[in-house]
């Protein structure tokens, strides 16, 4: 199974911005389908944005206009920038890549938090 080593979260004042970043262990893989989650306190996982199949990306409603999500196949890292934070965007963020046998990779999640 391929490691993913997530970077960039932090804390930042609302209006801000952060890169996150999620590397995997190996580069001898490719990406197949991917995404970004969160978790805030005392709800469920919830999807951020994700690449479909046919590479297709898609946003949550609350998050469309502000995140960009991207990956660079060759370095087998897929990136989150966020921008103009919200209070409500604070949570635990995971990445996933997903390789062609069916496999998941999840990373460790990090914490981002927004403050008012």
């Known amino acids: 199974q391929v490691q993913l080593v997530e970077s960039g979260g932090g804390v930042v004042q609302a209006g801000g911005s952060l890169r996150l970043s999620c590397e995997a262990s190996?580069?001898?893989?490719?990406?197949?389908?991917a995404g970004w989650y969160r978790q805030a306190p005392g709800k469920q996982r919830e999807v951020v944005a994700s690449?479909?199949?046919?590479?297709?990306?898609e946003y949550d409603d609350t998050v469309k206009g502000r995140f960009t999500m991207s990956k660079d196949n060759v370095s087998k890292t897929l990136y989150l920038q966020m921008d103009n934070l919200k209070p409500e965007d604070t949570a635990v963020y995971y990445c996933?890549?997903?390789?062609?046998?069916?496999?998941?990779?999840w990373g460790q999640g990090m914490q981002v938090t927004v403050s008012a």
């Open positions: 190996t580069k001898s893989f490719s990406i197949n389908t």
């Open positions: 996933r890549l997903s390789q062609y046998s069916g496999v998941d990779n």
């Open positions: 690449l479909s199949r046919n590479k297709k990306m």
